[in-house]
């Protein structure tokens, strides 16, 4: 099994990565696809919020975002993130600013807002516990661009 991130590359500032997060057990929670358009849930609304607001909290900029009835697609560079950054592998060790720092926020401050909008997501688990993520070459942004905006169409195409 491959390990999930590279090992010597500090997923900091220059960084562009495609990051997809799917629901746990891939539950449909976040809504529904209906002739190739995203009908959002209540939750879904949540996750598209918490997805938009990722700027306002770290130096990102966001190329693309899509919510999906079970998962995520994100397309962003990081700009910038604090000096030095460590390229060893100190496991627990967060550097803010850095993907991991970004994934792991995104994730506690949507299921927190769907927590408190449905009190009958208490105990739920909306998230598996890791991500998927690939780095993008500055030339293929609006390659995965597209990938990403076309996620609704080809969605039920496999």
């Not at 500090?10 to 696809?33: A, E, N, Q, S, W």
């Not at 009908?39 to 918490?50: K, P, Y």
């Not at 190329?63 to 060893?88: D, G, Q, Y």
């Not at 688990?125 to 905006?149: A, E, F, G, M, N």
Request: proline share 8%; net charge positive; hydrophobic share 35%.
């Amino acid at each position: 099994m491959r390990p999930p991130r590279l090992p010597d590359w500090h997923y900091g500032r220059g960084t562009t990565v495609l990051v997809t997060i799917i629901t746990k057990d891939r539950k449909p929670l976040f809504g529904r696809i209906e002739s190739d358009v995203v009908l959002l849930s209540s939750e879904g609304m949540i996750v598209h919020q918490c997805l938009t607001d990722i700027p306002d909290h770290f130096d990102v900029q966001m190329h693309a975002k899509i919510v999906m009835p079970e998962h995520v697609h994100a397309l962003f560079t990081i700009l910038s993130t604090p000096n030095p950054i460590r390229t060893e592998r100190d496991f627990g060790v967060l550097v803010p600013g850095t993907l991991p720092v970004i994934v792991r926020s995104f994730k506690s401050a949507s299921t927190r807002m769907i927590r408190e909008q449905n009190p009958g997501y208490r105990k739920l688990t909306i998230w598996q516990s890791s991500y998927h993520d690939r780095l993008v070459k500055p030339s293929s942004i609006d390659r995965v661009t597209r990938y990403i905006l076309d996620n609704p169409r080809n969605y039920h195409r496999g």
